[in-house]
């Protein structure tokens, strides 16, 4: 079945330093979704991409989709202590009826 | 704007007991999921429905059973609850999610421990 995994598993940074999380399905994806989870929280939708290689941008969050479609990526610019929580991938097959959610990348910033 | 209510927010059973979650949503979605979270393993899919009266597996369907009798109700069932079913349970519902730009909406998720 489909698999999606997520590196890395943890990240530490320094308040103002950047972050990307990575994001790989075992197979080709229709589309991708992105989700950050506060801590104690519920995850909350950020964006979904649709087309091979499409870049978008949400203030200092800049979500990537693989020309293969079957990787994407979420990077955060000059981290702030409210970036904190999980953040989740989730990819949806060719012919698939709902997502399937990779592990996460919890990050932590210190002030 | 309620969105999704998971009812109840938190549950101790024992081992052997039985328990239905309960979800309910209010955005007219078609799609409803049950989802379980453990630390490390993000959420992993155990029933969902494409519309009322409808039901499929997810990942890791056994133990639990749903039903869509209503279309904004979504209920997960634990027949004989065991300890491997201590988690924390989100409810989730969309609309078709090959259409453009249809997020999963959460619940505020359950926590259930299992003695």
């Known amino acids: 079945g489909q698999q999606v995994m997520q590196i890395p598993q943890y990240q530490h940074v320094q308040e103002g330093e950047d972050f990307t999380t990575y994001c790989n399905s075992s197979t080709t994806l229709s589309n991708i979704q992105w989700y950050k989870q506060r801590p104690g929280g519920h995850p909350v939708f950020l964006i979904q991409l649709v087309k091979s290689g499409e870049v978008k941008k949400q203030k200092r969050l800049t979500f990537q989709f693989g020309e293969a479609k079957k990787n994407s990526s979420l990077h955060i610019t000059a981290t702030q202590t409210t970036d904190v929580g999980t953040y989740f991938c989730a990819g949806l097959g060719g012919y698939g009826q709902n997502f399937v959610f990779g592990p996460g990348t919890r990050l932590s910033v210190l002030p | 704007n309620a969105g999704v209510t998971q009812t109840p927010k938190f549950r101790v059973l024992k081992t052997g007991q039985s328990m239905t979650l309960l979800c309910a949503q209010d955005?007219?979605?078609?799609?409803m999921y049950w989802y379980r979270q453990d630390p490390g393993m993000g959420l992993r899919l155990i029933h969902y429905s494409v519309g009322e009266g409808t039901t499929a597996k997810g990942e890791v369907p056994d133990g639990y059973n749903v039903s869509r009798l209503k279309k904004q109700n979504f209920l997960l069932g634990l027949e004989s609850a065991a300890p491997s079913q201590t988690s924390v349970y989100f409810c989730?519902?969309?609309?078709?999610?090959?259409?453009?730009?249809?997020?999963?909406?959460f619940g505020d998720g359950t926590r259930l421990s299992i003695l």
């Open positions: 989730a519902s969309s609309y078709d999610p090959a259409d453009s730009n249809q997020p999963q909406h």
């Open positions: 955005m007219n979605h078609e799609y």
